[in-house]
């Protein structure tokens, strides 16, 4: 750890308490600055790796659930020309031009709607690699209810794209 960075986990568990919920996260100069209610943590780190591992821990700390891992898993399993159709549906492009706040997917167990999700979620994000856009989704399953809270989910989004380095960017919401 370099001389100015701050073990942030050492800090947490020195605190009698911390509330994720209301807890907030700042750029500052040089670092960053860590709001943890009673407990203030400004973290400097010169070293690509230590600052990419201190960001790793807090986002972990933030929420365990990991959608970039299930997009990963999920889009490793779609076959070869999967959901290439709804590229190319109406209500996708109007979607994605903005005219339509919801895109909605219906159908049975089994149907293939995560898959069709995933495939666009890697449709946008490959469209939005070299723009200062971020794709954040979530994936919900009904086996894992207790782990998907309100706040899980959108600590989830947060993590999401503190991890892309989009944190600090405008961003909106369909």
């Known amino acids: 750890m370099s001389a100015h960075a701050v073990d942030v986990q050492g800090a947490m568990a020195q605190a009698p308490y911390v509330d994720a919920q209301r807890s ?15 407990i203030t943590i400004n973290q400097h780190s010169e070293d690509s790796e230590e600052k990419a591992e201190a960001q790793r821990k807090l986002a972990d700390w933030l929420t365990p659930l ?8 999920v889009y490793g399993k779609r076959r070869e020309g999967t959901g290439d159709w709804v ?9 994605q031009a903005g005219d339509k706040r919801t895109l909605w997917c219906s159908g049975i167990p089994g149907a293939g709607k995560t898959v069709l999700a995933s495939y666009i979620v890697n449709h946008l994000t490959n469209k939005c690699k070299d723009s200062n856009l971020a794709v954040a989704y979530i994936y919900c399953d009904y086996k894992d209810q207790s782990a998907q809270t309100v706040y899980g989910l959108v600590a989830s989004i947060l993590k999401h794209t503190k991890t892309s380095g989009q944190l600090s960017m405008n961003f909106t919401i369909r």
């Open 87 to 95: 590229l190319d549906d109406e209500r996708f492009k109007e979607w």
């Open 24 to 38: 907030t996260f700042n750029d500052i100069s040089g670092g960053r600055q860590i709001n943890l209610g009673p």
């Open 66 to 73: 990991n959608f970039r891992q299930k997009q990963s898993e």
